[in-house]
């Protein structure tokens, strides 16, 4: 089975609002994740990683937060577009940098003009 | 920038024939995972090759093979095709010491 897996798997969220994308992850072993986004007819693209040593990650209007305690993941989108509209997937990487990527069904972001 | 490239873009097969996609990893990197993607589902891994060879493979049957050229680029193949095989082939470069990937857009492969 997947280790990795999405609490909503549907976010319909207003223009400018900030969005909050939730992850569980189950492997304590896995020392990397990252969150892709993912529009209709096109590959997974990256948005942010954290590595396992860290609880914190902030980019350009997103933001990764990690609680290895409880094994969570969780993506913040800040005042979100339009454009943000798309499927968002979580994975995570076993092995060092070996592993290869394990990934959850992924959520759906809605934004509403 | 030369990112990932796949082939074809689209494809239709018929139950029990052969496929081949075909991938060219971003520049720069050495390494190609595949990864198969069925609707409404995340990827799914299915084999990584460095120097030419299968280094992991994940929970896929022999019908599912695949080969690395010197040039880095990287073919999958699929005997035998089954109708749950349509899905979306997802093709992912890498550095075998690095942490990042980077997919190509996908073959969209249907079996009826």
């Known amino acids: 089975g997947e280790s990795v897996g999405l609490h909503l798997p549907t976010l319909s969220v207003q223009e400018g609002d900030n969005s909050i994308i939730n992850c569980a992850y189950s492997?304590?072993?896995?020392?990397?994740f990252i969150w892709y986004k993912q529009e209709s007819g096109k590959g997974p693209q990256f948005i942010i990683d954290?590595?396992?040593?860290?609880d914190k990650r902030q980019g350009q209007r997103v933001t990764v937060l990690l609680n290895k305690t409880v094994k969570h993941l969780s993506l913040q989108i800040a005042a979100t577009q339009p454009g943000d509209s798309a499927v968002y997937f979580c994975?995570?990487?076993?092995?060092?940098?070996?592993?290869?990527?394990?990934f959850g069904k992924g959520t759906k972001l809605s934004v509403k003009p | 920038d030369a990112g990932v490239t796949q082939s074809p873009t689209h494809l239709i097969k018929t139950r029990g024939q052969q496929v081949t996609l075909r991938c060219s990893p971003k520049?720069?990197?050495?390494?190609v995972s595949w990864y198969q993607q069925a609707l409404g589902q995340g990827p799914q891994f299915i084999f990584q090759?460095?120097?030419?060879?299968?280094?992991q493979r994940g929970n896929f049957p022999d019908r599912f093979s695949g080969h690395q050229f010197p040039n880095y680029s990287s073919e999958l193949n699929v005997n035998a095709l089954l109708l749950g095989d349509s899905a979306l082939y997802l093709c992912?470069?890498?550095?075998?010491?690095?942490?990042?990937?980077?997919f190509g857009s996908g073959t969209r492969l249907t079996v009826v």
């Open positions: 992912a470069s890498s550095l075998v010491q690095g942490y990042g990937y980077t």
């Open positions: 492997n304590s072993a896995s020392d990397y």
């Open positions: 954290i590595r396992s040593n860290m």
């Open positions: 994975a995570e990487k076993l092995g060092g940098s070996q592993g290869n990527l394990i």
């Open positions: 520049s720069g990197h050495d390494t």
């Open positions: 090759y460095y120097e030419e060879e299968e280094r």
